[in-house]
C-alpha cells in the first residue's frame, strides 16, 4: 500500500480541521441536504493509516456476520463489494471526525487472505459492531469457533481530495463546536486565489511577448 502514488495537491492531514464532533448529533456527514458524487466511508476504530496520516490506509472488516432478525449468520461481504469503488473518507482523531479525501477500496485478499485475528490496534468493540454481535455476544461462539472474531483487511487509496466538500462540511461544523474559533480562508478560496494568480502571471507575459 505503502508504494502506490499518491495524487498531487493533497492537503497535510495535519492542516485539516474537523467536520464533526464525534457523537455529535445529528452527524453532518450523513446528512442529505449536502450535494453527493460518492458514498461516505467511515469506520471508526477499524482504520489503520499505511505510512504518514492523511495518506493510504487500511480497513478491518470481520469475516462473517450475525443478523438478530433472522437469527442466522453469514458471510461479512459489504466490503468485498465496495472494492474497485472510490468513496469519501473520514477517520476519527482524538474527540473529531476529519474528512480526509477520495479513497478506492482495494482487494488485498491475495496478499492477506482472510481469517486473521484482530490485531491489537483495531478496536474488539469496533469488530463486534461490524459483526452484529456487540449486543448478542452469546451468539459469538456460533459464528467463529472459541469465540474469536476472524478479519480481513482492504486497502484504502487515496486517489484525490474534494476541496468543495470540504468547505461545505466545515460550514455546517459549529464555531461552538470547533476547536479554533478561527478556521481562515477557504481551501476552495485559497485555491481559487492560486488559480487566479496563475493566470494574471500568464496575461502579464503575454502583454510582454
Known amino acids: 500500500m505503502k508504494r502506490r502514488l499518491l495524487p498531487k495537491g493533497l492537503p497535510a492531514f495535519d492542516t485539516l480541521q474537523p467536520i464533526q464532533k464525534i457523537g455529535g448529533s445529528p452527524f453532518i456527514v450523513f446528512r442529505h441536504d449536502l450535494p453527493r458524487k460518492r458514498r461516505n466511508l467511515h469506520c471508526p476504530k477499524r482504520s489503520l493509516w499505511c505510512g504518514p496520516a492523511g495518506r493510504h490506509a487500511l480497513v478491518f472488516a470481520p469475516t462473517r456476520e450475525y443478523s438478530p432478525k433472522s437469527d442466522q449468520w453469514t458471510e461479512h461481504t459489504r466490503m468485498v463489494e465496495n472494492c474497485g469503488q472510490t468513496f469519501d473518507f473520514y477517520m476519527n482523531r482524538g474527540p473529531f471526525v476529519y474528512y480526509v479525501g477520495i479513497y ?63 468547505d461545505r462540511l466545515r460550514a455546517r461544523f459549529t464555531e461552538a463546536d470547533s476547536p479554533e474559533s478561527t478556521t481562515g480562508s477557504s481551501m476552495s478560496n485559497k485555491r481559487k486565489a492560486a488559480e487566479g494568480d496563475l493566470r494574471g502571471d500568464k496575461r502579464a507575459k503575454a502583454q510582454k511577448l
Request: net charge negative; charged share 20%; aromatic share 6%.
Open 104 to 166: 478506492r477500496v482495494l482487494d488485498l485478499r491475495d496478499i492477506h487472505p482472510p481469517g486473521a485475528k484482530i490485531t491489537s490496534d483495531v478496536s474488539r468493540l469496533a469488530m463486534e459492531l461490524a459483526a452484529g454481535v456487540s449486543r448478542h455476544l452469546h451468539k459469538l461462539g456460533e459464528g467463529f469457533p472459541g469465540g474469536v472474531i476472524q478479519t480481513e483487511a482492504f486497502g484504502l487509496q487515496c486517489v484525490g481530495f474534494d476541496a468543495e466538500l470540504y
